[in-house]
């Protein structure tokens, strides 16, 4: 099995910052593209950022600027540092992680359970 465990989220006053993290954990052979994803009230999920295993990123429109992703590939980790927080930005945020392991070995696409960020005053 593969989990994927975040951490980092809570609340904070806009114009705040809060940094995600998120762990892969289990029979992992290779992990590769990662990505962070958020679902607001009422609304659908969406795709914040995403980063390959060589480190390419992208992001969408909406946080350019503010949030920025990387990862640490020898801690199976990605990172989600988000600045300039806005009240918009509340929503429960998902890891995402292409991974290749198990048991058989085969490609799985995991998820994490979430974690809250709420911004407000």
């Known amino acids: 099995q593969v989990q994927l465990v975040e951490s980092g989220g809570g609340l904070v006053q806009p114009g705040g910052s809060l940094r995600l993290s998120c762990a892969a954990s289990g029979s992992i052979f290779n992990i590769n593209a990662m990505g962070w994803y958020r679902q607001a009230p009422g609304k659908q999920r969406e795709l914040v950022a995403a980063i390959t295993s060589g480190g390419s990123t992208n992001y969408a429109d909406s946080v350019k600027g503010r949030f920025t992703i990387s990862r640490d590939n020898a801690k199976n980790t990605v990172y989600l540092q988000m600045n300039s927080l806005k009240p918009e930005d509340t929503a429960v945020y998902y890891c995402?992680?292409?991974?290749?392991?198990?048991?058989?070995?085969?490609?799985?696409?995991?998820w994490g359970q979430g974690t809250l960020v709420t911004v407000s005053s």
């Open positions: 995402n992680a292409g991974v290749v392991g198990g048991l058989p070995i085969r490609y799985l696409e995991v």
